[in-house]
T-cell receptor, first 118, second 109 residues
Framework: GAVVSQHPSRVICKSGTSVKIECRSLDFQATTMFWYRQFPKQSLMLMATSNEGSKATYEQGVEKDKFLINHASLTLSTLTVTSAHPEDSSFYIC??????????????FGQGTRLTVV | DAKTTQPNSMESNEEEPVHLPCNHSTISGTDYIHWYRQLPSQGPEYVIHGLTSNVNNRMASLAIAEDRKSSTLILHRATLRDAAVYYCIRQGGSEKLVFGKGTKLTVNP
């Protein structure tokens, strides 16, 4: 099946610095990717929809200036957590669909990125 | 608003069938029902999805009620590797997958 790869899988950064997380579709093109965040023992929370060549669409309550999303190519979306603070520590996960039609198709998820802000 | 209701947890014994229920009483006619599962510290994995008819694949079966207000994910023979959190998701017009709390499945040896 299709593969979505995230990098890094784990990162520790100092408070106030920025961290970039990459999400790549390895063997297919994805015009749309999704970013989720998951706190311990909680479910995935959708943060934003990343659209190739255009601005991301953020869910209500997600700060677009803090979580910068860039989808510059059909195989790469990046999430930058700017001025990270300890409360941003979480498990970040991306997903993509192999088909340009998202509905009625399976989503492929990355393995996730564990961010720890100290 | 995940718009689906699942039990918080369920237990099963190895090699026995497992029936994971999901209620989606406000589902509309064009909403798909998706199931994903997640192991600890991993991204979710697709299990199965359907619209109206029952669906089978190598991993599981999906039984959808005639009125579509509920569905059941069936694992025919549970293994220890099936222990995970199972999410039932209603995919509506926005096409986004919005996760609810899911059901944590424990498989006993």
């Amino acid at each position: 099946g299709a593969v979505v790869s995230q990098h890094p899988s784990r990162v520790i950064c100092k408070s106030g610095t920025s961290v970039k997380i990459e999400c790549r579709s390895l063997d297919f093109q994805a015009t749309t990717m999704f970013w989720y965040r998951q706190f311990p023992k909680q479910s995935l929370m959708l943060m934003a929809t990343s659209n190739e060549g255009s601005k991301a669409t953020y869910e209500q309550g997600v700060e677009k200036d803090k979580f910068l999303i860039n989808h510059a190519s059909l195989t790469l979306s990046t999430l930058t957590v700017t001025s990270a603070h300890p409360e941003d520590s979480s498990f970040y996960i991306c997903s993509a669909h192999e088909d340009s039609s998202i509905k009625n198709t399976e989503a492929f998820f990355g393995q996730g990125t564990r961010l720890t802000v100290v | 608003d995940a718009k689906t209701t699942q039990p918080n947890s369920m237990e099963s014994n190895e090699e026995e069938p497992v029936h994971l229920p999901c209620n989606h009483s406000t589902i509309s006619g064009t909403d798909y029902i998706h199931w994903y599962r997640q192991l600890p510290s991993q991204g979710p994995e697709y299990v199965i999805h359907g619209l109206t008819s029952n669906v089978n694949n190598r991993m599981a079966s999906l039984a959808i009620a005639e009125d579509r207000k509920s569905s059941t994910l069936i694992l025919h023979r549970a293994t220890l590797r099936d222990a995970a959190v199972y999410y039932c998701i209603r995919q509506g017009g926005s096409e986004k997958l919005v996760f609810g709390k899911g059901t944590k499945l424990t498989v006993n040896p």
